[in-house]
């Protein structure tokens, strides 16, 4: 056996304590749903984990009437100072039960158990202790004195990093004073559902955390009932466009995170060696279901060959496989459909004349596996260089001066991230001025920290997640 | 206004730079190599100690570690007797398990040189090739004024001639931090170049030479990078992180930025260079770290004694507690290894 | 002595800096409330919206890319001409809105001082609603808003000046160009202001002025791909809620109709709402 096969490095499922069936989660108590319940499964292995209630148009209906009154009778009359111990027990929970949270959300997502354990998880307690903290300092969120709540946040979540979309989605809102009704995304309930054992834990009043699950039917009766005051989604922009002309003139308030198709543009003076890594962070972190992924690699020409080079070496190394081996750097595709659209788009890649690479990997019998793959000659007007393919895919297109890596950086409908790798201080400051996007990384790719907002320009969608910005999401006070 | 000192052509510097071998293009190059991102560079050594290494690989890999091991006594106050000692642990690490590998060398200051080769005996590589397993251990000496460096180059030669003519199949150089860090590579370059050439024994070959950078007193890591290849350039063997008298001395960011150096020769020569990371690794933990960040920077085959080193002393034991308890199921204690 | 004749404005649209009749030829007719002829206003049509969003998106680069003491300057230069034109606007208003002297007065005075406020925010907003983040990590994490492009506004009915410049005038300071839809029935201070716009350092196409039909004209800036956002403050009487839906095929930023002083008042939020949050990471090391 070779030393870099490494043995098999397992993380203990022992530990999970999973129900067979998961209720809705309403007014503080599990009860059932009225939609046709559902399995989830592993995506590594495609069995079922549990099954899970579906939310109908009544169920909404219960957990937006627990939600509003959990706000007029509770949470409302609570000072901020007590909302925020709440929000910090809920930390304090998280940080307890980070190694279930984290198996559990490898097993439902397919993510890698070491992305789960050493980002997602952390960053879920770090973002309820952020929040906590402001729950008692709103006067200073820069919206004038005493800003007031919003009241009902109806919030829908996606599957990519399922329990850390709950918290960046929950801790604001609650911290500012809302209650809420969440749904997290079909096919990974799990950690959700653990989190509302946690909000059990925490004592929170009934009602101010509602947790209903269900399909595209259930987010769709929540976003449009009309006792919500304020909608977050996070998820497609085709998804978020729908949300956006529902919403309108309702008055809702309304934030979304969609999607994405940034560029990485590396400079011929780049730290070459961290690079390399940025860009394979930047598109393979997550099996690339991360709307702010580098899934664009702008390289200048004169080192495109070079760094192709070295990046196949890099993804030699690469470990594909069981999400809940300690060793793993990519997972499982979290869903056939999700599959099936990075296959489509990869097939149409090549058809349109880019060429495919991909190191050779072996992958369990079961379960939805994409190879981690590198498409070069690619122009931009390709599909695979302008459409989100949300997998494990990087198209390397090339650039000659600054001013054309930020005229192809910028031409695009989307606006969520970029990256920009030099060593040269001012042009990073330039380009990073230049570029239409949220979110720029310089020399260094896919940071996330509960301080720094987070959203996009165009069609990313609007408002901003983390950070002060982040409370303006869910408080009085804004013109939006 | 700079004059260029033509330094003295060295076969790897010539074919990389061309004819040039001048001060200025050896500045010109070092200095054109692609900088280095500190966070980036750390975060990346970070991860690659996050690998878990159980059973059969970890058994493999404390088994490889012995075997990468310099058993070092670096002391003013070493005995001849110490150093026999140290030779002793060095065949025999583990009384309790004839099956436990011995080390790759013991390293000991040019006067203990004579005393070490005597105590090997027959176990002396004595400048034959070595492979894991083969029983065969070498004796490398510091050299150069070591740890400083602060000699005269005449000084240098004749402390690195002397430990050559005693015995010793390997030396560790120190470069000139000072000079190289004055900007004056020609002159470190120069002087790599004089210590390869004492390093040669009558019969024509030479003994190995390592290349100490001492990192520590580099302090950055684009120096680090520099430093790698201006000793590469010059002749060494390997590159080694540090004395072991410095603080910091090796650390993984720095180790792996000097495999991704060798990794980088590799590509663009085909030649093989060595990287020992000395001084601070005291766990088998830390250890399996350096092998995992070997394996997937520059490849598996680096991890043989031509190839990687592990300059420490007190990591054997704790390698050696590891493989009771793997051995035996149940946890050992220090006081069922010897302290030398 | 002889009585002067005199000679009447004709009444263009203003786009990318110069004043052009409708492309389509149209005009329609502006009085007083009591319906006395004042002039014959260009009617724009979906062309003239066309071409000034396409004249406000060459703008961009400059106006955006201008520094934000320069940005200032020049609105602050726009009230200084603004003041020396006051006695053609309070004529006009007066006559449009059918309000007094006095009353006009009031109005010209607001709308400069509220000229004069936003200008003054042009190098200060940024260091209010930025921030630089405490990230737990080693970096550098700072959070700058920047203007989000063109915005396409529907300028408050009601008054023929103040509204106008209520919501113009915050859509520039952080770099945004505008093209604005006037108020359909007082719409001659909007040309009148595009004059002042195209006197006072103000480069061209920054601002672009329609008058006509809101009705007709704000479903091509609400549909149209290339603007940002959308400022419906003063679109209240329109179909408004088929604006926003309309909107929300590019995901413009909507802002929703706000009548009465609420539109009027100086706000700082107004500037924030057109702008993105730009958050900039960057390892610090000394090594």
């Keep these: 056996m070779s030393f870099l096969d490494y043995a098999p490095a397992p993380e203990s499922t022992a530990l999970l304590n999973l129900r067979p069936e998961y209720g809705l989660f309403i007014d503080g108590e599990f009860t059932d749903g009225h939609g046709e319940s559902f399995a989830t499964i592993s995506p590594a292995t495609e069995k079922p984990i549990a099954r899970v209630a579906s939310a109908d148009a009544s169920d909404i209906d219960r957990a937006v009437a627990a939600a509003r009154k959990a706000y007029e009778k509770r949470w409302s009359t609570l000072s901020g100072r007590d909302r925020g111990k709440y929000l910090f027990r809920i930390a304090r929970l998280v940080q307890e039960r980070a190694r279930e949270l984290a198996v559990a959300e490898s097993l439902d997502n397919g993510k890698p158990i070491k992305e789960s354990r050493d980002v997602d998880v952390p960053l879920v307690a770090a973002w309820f202790f952020y929040y906590a903290g402001w729950a008692d300092k709103l006067d200073h969120a820069g919206l004038g004195a005493n800003p007031r709540a919003l009241g009902v946040a109806g919030q829908v979540i996606p599957w990519n990093f399922p329990l850390l979309m709950l918290a960046w989605k929950i801790a604001p809102a609650l911290a500012a004073g809302n209650t809420v009704v969440l749904k997290p995304a079909e096919t990974t309930p799990l950690t959700a559902l653990l989190f509302a054992e946690i909000v059990q834990q925490a004592g929170l009043p009934a009602g101010v955390v509602n947790i209903v699950t269900g399909a595209g039917e259930t987010g769709r009766a929540l976003v449009n009932h009309t006792d919500v005051n304020k909608v977050a989604f996070t998820g497609s922009t085709a998804v978020g466009r729908e949300i956006a002309r529902a919403v309108a003139g309702t008055g809702k308030r309304l934030t979304l995170e969609l999607g994405g198709k940034a560029a990485n543009i590396v400079f011929d003076d780049a730290p070459i060696d961290q690079a390399i890594e940025g860009i394979v962070n930047g598109i393979f972190f997550n099996q690339g279901h991360v709307c702010c992924a580098g899934s664009r690699l702008l390289v200048q020409e004169s080192i495109h060959d070079e760094v192709v080079d070295r990046l196949k070496a890099r993804l030699s190394t690469l470990r594909v496989g069981d999400p809940l081996d300690k060793n793993t750097d990519v997972g499982a595709i979290n869903s056939a459909e999700q599959l099936e659209r990075i296959r489509t788009l990869s097939e149409i890649g090549e058809a349109e004349g880019a060429e495919r690479w991909s190191p050779a990997c072996e992958f369990p019998e079961n379960g939805f596996w994409f190879a981690p793959t590198i498409f070069t000659n690619v122009a931009t007007s390709h599909r695979i260089a302008r459409e989100e393919i949300f997998g494990p895919v990087l198209s390397v297109l090339t650039f000659r001066t600054p001013a054309e890596a930020i005229a192809k950086a910028n031409n695009t409908p989307y606006g969520l991230s970029a990256g920009i790798w030099s060593e040269k201080g001012s042009r990073i400051l330039a380009v990073a001025d230049k570029l239409r996007a949220g979110v720029v990384w310089a020399n260094t790719f896919n940071r996330f920290d509960p301080a720094s907002p987070f959203g996009g320009y165009k069609e990313s969608g609007f408002g901003r997640e983390g950070g002060r910005h982040g409370l303006a999401a869910y408080l009085e006070g804004g013109v939006r | 206004m700079t004059i260029d000192n033509a330094v003295s052509p060295a076969q790897r510097a010539l074919a990389v730079l061309g004819d040039d071998v001048t001060e200025s293009a050896l500045k010109r190059y070092l200095e054109g190599l692609p900088g280095v991102d500190a966070t980036g560079l750390e975060q990346r050594a970070a991860a690659l100690g996050t690998r878990s290494i159980k059973a059969a690989s970890k058994a493999w890999a404390l088994d490889r570690i012995i075997e990468l091991i310099d058993l070092t006594t670096l002391e003013g106050a070493d005995t001849p007797g110490k150093v026999r000692s140290l030779v002793a642990k060095a065949l025999v690490p583990d009384a309790t398990d004839g099956s436990t590998p011995r080390v790759a060398a013991v390293c000991v200051y040019g006067d203990m040189v004579p005393f070490a080769v005597e105590a090997l005996g027959a176990a002396h590589a004595a400048g034959r090739a070595t492979e894991p397993g083969d029983g065969l251990v070498n004796v490398a000496a510091v050299a150069t004024a070591f740890p400083s460096g602060r000699a005269s180059l005449a000084v240098k030669l004749a402390d690195t001639a002397d430990a050559v003519a005693a015995g010793a199949d390997e030396i560790d150089m120190v470069i000139d931090r000072g000079a190289f860090l004055a900007g004056r590579y020609g002159t470190v370059f120069d002087e790599i170049v004089a210590v390869k050439e004492a390093c040669r024994r009558a019969d024509g070959s030479y003994a190995h030479l390592k290349v100490i950078l001492e990192t520590g007193e580099l302090n950055t890591y684009d120096n680090v990078r520099r430093a790698s290849w201006l000793s590469i350039l010059a002749g060494g063997d390997f590159i080694k992180t540090s004395t072991g008298k410095v603080s910091p001395a090796a650390t993984l960011p720095v180790t792996l930025l000097m495999l991704e150096v060798v990794r980088d020769w590799h590509r663009l020569t085909g030649e093989r260079i060595g990287v020992k990371p000395a001084g601070g690794i005291r766990s088998s933990k830390d250890a399996i770290k350096y092998l995992v960040t070997v394996a997937e920077t520059v490849g598996e085959e680096w991890l043989q004694p031509h190839l990687f080193r592990f300059g420490a002393s007190s990591l054997l034991n704790d390698v050696l507690l590891q493989r009771q308890k793997l051995r035996s199921g149940h946890y050992s204690g220090a006081d069922y290894v010897t302290i030398d | ?287």
């Design chain 3, 1 to 287: 002595m002889s009585t002067h004749l005199s000679v009447p404005k004709t009444y263009k649209l203003f786009v990318g800096g110069a004043f052009p009749r409708s492309e389509s030829g149209r005009v329609y007719e502006v009085t007083t409330p009591k319906g006395g002829f004042l002039a014959n206003a260009a009617q724009a049509s979906r062309k003239d919206a066309r071409d000034a969003v396409v004249a406000a998106r060459a703008a961009v680069s400059g106006w955006a890319g201008a520094t934000a003491y320069n940005r200032g300057q020049v609105l602050y230069r726009v009230a200084e001409v603004l003041e020396g034109r006051r006695a053609q606007f309070e004529e006009e208003i007066a006559a449009q809105q059918g309000v007094s002297g006095a009353v006009a007065r009031a109005q010209v005075d607001e709308a400069i001082d509220l000229w004069v406020w936003y200008a003054g925010w042009a190098d200060k907003f940024a260091q209010v609603a930025g921030n630089a983040n405490p990230v737990a990590g080693p970096y550098f994490n700072i959070s700058v808003p920047e203007p989000t492009g063109v915005v396409a506004v529907v300028a408050p009915q009601q008054s023929a000046l103040l509204g106008l410049v209520a919501t113009v005038a915050p859509a520039l300071v952080a770099g945004n160009t505008v093209v604005v839809v006037a108020s359909e029935a007082h719409p001659l201070s909007a040309i009148t202001l595009g004059e002042v716009l195209a006197t006072s350092d103000l480069p061209k196409g920054v601002v672009n002025v329609l008058t006509g039909s809101p009705a007709e004209i704000a479903p091509w800036l609400a549909s149209h791909d290339d603007v940002n956002a959308l400022d419906l403050t003063g679109a209240g009487e329109l179909e408004w809620i088929d604006l926003e839906i309309a909107a929300a095929q590019t995901l413009k930023r909507v802002l929703r109709p706000l009548a009465g002083a609420d539109a009027v008042a100086p706000s700082l939020s107004r500037i924030t709402a057109l702008t993105e949050t730009k958050t900039v990471w960057h390892p610090k090391s000394l090594l």
